[in-house]
């Protein structure tokens, strides 16, 4: 095993049970750097922060001495089965070691992390009832499907048939506690069509069954709520702004120009993956703004949502942005909003539960997303309400309030939950919030 020059402290990488650095019993602190017994003053969220950035500057500047030092005293004050400021810097770290590694930088640092167990991190394959559970455990995901129902009900009312495009992270666990509110709502249940994009990248959260029998099982519910639902699954990737599914709709849409059939899009944190136009851009030499537009996938996509003319568009996601390309400021913005997820979780997982290791590991597949990797591979790209708002007014969208009765219902849900959660309206669009800071975002809108 290669040693380091000076104290040898060695990588493991197993981000649940063992620090990613093992220092010996008797250590020799590096030159300029705290000992053992200083580094408690080391242990706040800001210190932290500050002593990635450096760490991530040094491995891009392929300064493997300086990486080093830093490591050992991140590692030192940092422990994965710490507090949720120390887990998530933990998990920083890990996807900084996995930068080193995978793009060769600091050589010797790359060396020793692929001299010992494989950097990928083990996200859980849930079951139906699994994920059905954990989805309900915060209102990161619940929040979404709340106000979106909401919105919904009242859009398709009167309506016959509701054909429901289902563009969701979390396979499609909104639609029961939909069918359930169309079934007790309307006395005439409407006839229900649902597709669902079905792409084979692999985002957490993973389910262990496939779309076909998915659909089998959601056809069962509904049918035992004395609803009628059609399930099809559309070969679509978001690779390409779902170029397949659009054209798909497209063809659907010309079938039945007759039948008074509304058309519900409902994009549930997956439009994010959509490339944006930092990479998208296939004309580079062209520094207008114009050009840029012209290649973004996620605009060309929201503008083929137009041209279908949906009854109604619901886009719920999280409010953060991870695309800047500078590796530093989007590990500050990173630092700076996935503190959330862990702080939470110290409110209903305790330690050592299967669940919060599931819970943890998701979080830490989106940490090396979008600290490890660059170009196609960082598809953790997350923009901020304010941008896709934006996008939806350029696409000739115009946003829909949400009503009291969605707010009530949201409001209620919240209940259920820790009292860090909040509520708050901005405009027409409702935002989930933790301690008062952003998290998740809910826009509705129509054709203009």
Not at 76 to 95: E, K, W, Y
Not at 296 to 323: C, I, N, W
Request: charged share 20%; hydrophobic share 40%.
């Amino acid at each position: 095993m290669m040693q380091f020059t000076e104290t040898p402290p060695h990588l493991h990488m197993n981000i649940n049970q063992t620090p990613l650095l093992q220092t010996p019993k008797t250590t020799r602190p590096w030159p300029g750097f705290p000992t053992s017994k200083s580094l408690a003053s080391f242990g706040d969220a800001n210190c932290m922060e500050q002593l990635l950035v450096h760490c991530a500057n040094a491995i891009e500047s392929n300064d493997a001495t300086l990486a080093q030092q830093i490591l050992w005293v991140l590692n030192n004050i940092a422990p994965p089965d710490g507090d949720s400021n120390q887990r998530l810097t933990c998990a920083f770290l890990r996807a900084l070691i996995t930068r080193a590694a995978k793009n060769g930088t600091c050589k010797l640092l790359a060396s020793i992390a692929n001299s010992h167990t494989s950097l990928s991190i083990n996200t859980h394959q849930f079951s139906v009832i699994e994920l059905a559970s954990f989805v309900d455990l915060t209102p990161w995901h619940r929040f979404g499907f709340t106000a979106a129902n909401a919105v919904i009900l009242e859009a398709i009312e009167g309506y016959p048939v509701v054909h429901i495009v289902d563009l969701s992270l979390t396979h499609c666990m909104q639609i029961p506690t939909l069918i359930d509110a169309i079934a007790t709502r309307f006395e005439v249940t409407p006839m229900l069509k649902l597709t669902v994009a079905g792409f084979t990248e692999h985002i957490p959260p993973k389910l262990d069954l496939s779309y076909e029998q998915l659909g089998s099982k959601l056809i069962a519910f509904a049918r035992s709520r004395n609803v009628i639902l059609e399930f099809s699954v559309v070969p679509a990737t978001y690779a390409n702004g779902f170029s397949s599914l659009i054209e798909q709709l497209r063809m659907q849409n010309s079938i039945y120009t007759d039948t008074a059939e509304a058309l519900v899009i409902n994009c549930q944190m997956l439009l994010h993956y959509i490339p944006d136009e930092t990479f998208s851009n296939h004309n580079p030499s062209s520094s207008s703004s114009t050009s840029s537009s012209v290649h973004s996938y996620r605009s060309m996509f929201l503008k083929s949502l137009r041209s279908l003319d949906p009854t109604v568009v619901v886009l719920v996601d999280e409010d953060a942005d991870l695309t800047s390309n500078n590796l530093v400021c989007r590990l500050r913005s990173a630092f700076n909003y996935l503190w959330i997820p862990y702080d939470t979780v110290d409110t209903f997982l305790p330690r050592g539960s299967k669940q919060r290791q599931w819970y943890e590991a998701d979080i830490c597949w989106k940490i090396e997303n979008v600290i490890a990797h660059e170009g196609l591979q960082r598809v953790e790209r997350i923009e901020p309400k304010s941008r896709w708002v934006q996008r939806m007014r350029n696409s000739n969208f115009r946003s829909l309030c949400f009503g009291e009765d969605a707010v009530s219902e949201v409001k209620n849900m919240l209940s259920e939950h820790a009292a860090g959660w909040g509520l708050k309206k901005e405009e027409d669009d409702l935002v989930l919030t933790w301690k008062g800071h952003n998290v998740v975002f809910a826009t509705a809108w129509i054709s203009a």
